[in-house]
Antibody, heavy 127, light 108 residues
Framework: EVQLVESGGGLVQPGGSLRLSCAASGFTFSSYSMNWVRQAPGKGLEWVSY????????YYADSVKGRFTISRDNAKNSLYLQMNSLRDEDTAVYYC????????????????????WGQGTTVTVSS | SYELTQPPSVSVSPGQTARITCSGD??????AYWYQQKPGQAPVLVIY???ERPSGIPERFSGSSSGTTVTLTISGVQAEDEADYYCQSADSSGTSWVFGGGTKLTVL
């Protein structure tokens, strides 16, 4: 079964740090790009960060740039999000999501969208 | 920063057609994706590459694109389709992914 399981969430004070993990199983993790997406209580989805399959390409949302670091360990089938200098507004459920892909009949590469999601881990930033 | 704009809510009766729009300046250059999210659950991909439907998604879900607007259409809406729907795309450079604000679909 294709599965993503997040862990590492919890209660942290403003200015503190937290490291989230996402364990992948049931597919060849090293072949897929990954995203972190978050959702504040009662709010919509917000993309946080992207990492390519080989870690060669990394992107961040402006709201977390300079504070969060995405990484992965393909040998351990794991994705990480190191969150530093946490703020109240970082309070959210954090999801990891697989970026699916496919090749069409011409051999062109296309994103398939975020086709597998974890159940989420809750981060609460509060004093 | 780049934004995608969706209506906050759409209401339809069972069996009718629901249309949810998403507008953004880069949509002529970047594909759009649509996700369904029910309360307490993770999102589910329902449309990719503007108009393609993943396996396992009912045929009543379809997508289209015209200029700076993409549209998710749900034909013959069922009670189980009541959920929040989010469009997702990227800015023109492809380095910043973005979600629309979400649309709450209510089945009357």
């Amino acid at each position: 079964e294709v599965q993503l399981v997040e862990s590492g969430g919890g209660l942290v004070q403003p200015g503190g740090s937290l490291r989230l993990s996402c364990a992948a199983s049931g597919f060849t993790f090293s072949s897929y790009s990954m995203n972190w997406v978050r959702q504040a209580p009662g709010k919509g989805l917000e993309w946080v960060s992207y990492i390519s399959s080989s870690s060669s390409t990394i992107y961040y949302a402006d709201s977390v740039k300079g504070r969060f670091t995405i990484s992965r360990d393909n040998a351990k089938n794991s994705l990480y999000l190191q969150m530093n200098s946490l703020r109240d507004e970082d309070t959210a459920v954090y999801y990891c999501a697989r970026v699916g892909y496919y090749y069409d009949s011409s051999g062109d590469y296309y994103y398939y969208g975020m086709d597998v999601w974890g159940q989420g881990t809750t981060v609460t930033v509060s004093s | 920063s780049y934004e995608l704009t969706q209506p906050p809510s759409v209401s339809v009766s069972p069996g009718q057609t629901a249309r949810i729009t998403c507008s953004g300046d880069a949509l002529p250059k970047q594909y759009a994706y649509w996700y369904q999210q029910k309360p307490g659950q993770a999102p589910v991909l329902v449309i990719y590459k503007d108009s393609e439907r993943p396996s396992g998604i009912p045929e009543r879900f379809s997508g289209s694109s015209s200029g700076t607007t993409v549209t998710l259409t749900i034909s013959g809406v069922q009670a189980e389709d009541e959920a929040d729907y989010y469009c997702q795309s990227a800015d023109s450079s492809g380095t910043s992914w973005v979600f629309g604000g979400g649309t709450k679909l209510t089945v009357l």
